[in-house]
């Protein structure tokens, strides 16, 4: 073997070895000591934490100045388009570009997968998800596809205007996910985000009810790329850091995808959407004039057939007197997973020259410590 592939394989080694030390020692808040709610989480934490639903994300990272990527949520194994999931969405501040609004919101179903990325390149992955669903066995008469694509902009470390998000990318998101952990920071659409004046991404959290409130599981993906004033387990963060700046950093977005296997209907659903709201509010965000934040929620629990015999849907749902602990539960993992985004995120340079750094992560769990949230 020449001794130039030799030293090749052996840098390669260790590049491997670095990456995964690094990613051993990565701790989400929970490691520290830091607890959100009552409730209790999933096993993984994480959106994957419902049954069936997966995660795929495409990272791209290249030169000086392209930072952004491609998060794909998938609701189930099957069809999506001819084994629609009920959803709705709900509109916390609508200055954002949100995809296929109007028909969730008219007809209360999700058809296709859930794909997450940058501002400017919401039509290549609307595009990318009609080129899925007409290629799917199935869907050979398929005429009408409605693409559900949610966004934020990247724009300060990405060279957004580029739109270097191509369609193969977006189709590469849908292939490559799956069930398990979920990766979070500076990853698939949370590549170069900023959140808090700090680096955000992507982050997840989960919540499952006790077998006497139902046993259902609550998943929340978060893309966070908004301002406000940071709280953390109800500790002013921001102002301890004095962090915060009603002029440069309170614009940007959220994007949050909330998914459960409580059998509920659009018109709950819309009612759970409206709590993870909350659960943004929790962490100081204000959800400011130049903020796009939304909320899509889906649940699992049962398919609706893009075309049928029957002239009824028997449907068995869970009442309304039933949902307070799924909205608690929302609430909680939104939260978290908004935080979580925070912990996982690090320092980034991009385009112009223009860093963000990482949430100071020490300094934050001291202060929670000393507020008595932290161990």
């Known amino acids: ?72 949520i998938i609701a189930h194994d099957g069809n999506q388009f001819q084994q629609k999931s009920p959803a709705a969405i709900y509109i916390g501040n609508g200055f954002g570009k949100l995809m296929g609004y109007s028909q969730v919101e008219e007809l209360g179903t999700l058809e296709t997968p859930i794909i997450l990325t940058n501002t400017l390149s919401v039509p290549t992955a609307a595009d990318a998800l009609i080129d899925y669903t007409l290629a799917q066995k199935g869907n050979e008469q398929v005429r009408s596809v409605n693409s559900i694509v949610g966004e934020t902009n990247d724009g300060f470390l990405n060279d957004i205007r580029g739109r270097h998000v191509t369609k193969q990318h977006v189709l590469d998101a849908i292939r490559q996910a799956k069930t398990g952990a979920v990766e979070e920071g500076n990853v698939g659409a949370g590549t170069g985000t900023v959140c808090f004046g700090f680096k955000g991404g992507i982050g997840s959290s989960s919540r499952k009810l006790p077998a006497s409130l139902g046993g259902y599981t609550v998943g929340v993906l978060v893309q966070t790329n908004f301002g406000g004033v940071l709280q953390i387990a109800g500790v002013p963060i921001g102002v301890e850091l004095g962090r915060y700046d009603f002029k440069k950093n309170l614009d940007g977005s959220c994007m949050m995808v909330v998914l459960t296997d409580a059998p509920l209907d659009a018109r709950n659903l819309k009612r759970l959407a409206k709590r993870a709201f909350m659960g943004l509010a929790q962490t100081g965000g204000i959800a400011s004039n130049g903020s796009g934040d939304y909320v899509i929620a889906v649940s699992t629990a049962y398919h609706i057939p893009h075309e049928t015999t029957s002239s009824f849907d028997e449907l068995k749902l869970v009442r309304n007197d039933n949902v307070s602990p799924l909205f608690l539960a929302a609430i909680e993992a939104t939260e978290e997973a908004i935080i979580n985004s925070l912990f996982a995120a690090q320092t980034l340079s991009g385009d112009q020259g223009h860093q963000i750094d990482k949430l100071p992560i020490e300094k934050v769990v001291e202060l929670l410590k000393k507020a008595g949230q932290a161990r």
């Open 1 to 72: 073997m020449p001794v130039i592939y030799r030293l090749l394989l052996v840098i390669s080694a260790l590049f491997i070895n670095v990456h995964t030390t690094m990613a051993q020692t990565s701790k989400r808040p929970r490691e520290y000591g830091i607890r959100f709610g009552v409730l209790p989480t999933g096993p993984l934490n994480a959106i994957t934490d419902v049954p069936g639903v997966r995660v795929g994300q495409v990272t791209i990272n290249e030169g000086k100045s392209i930072r952004t990527g491609v998060t794909a």
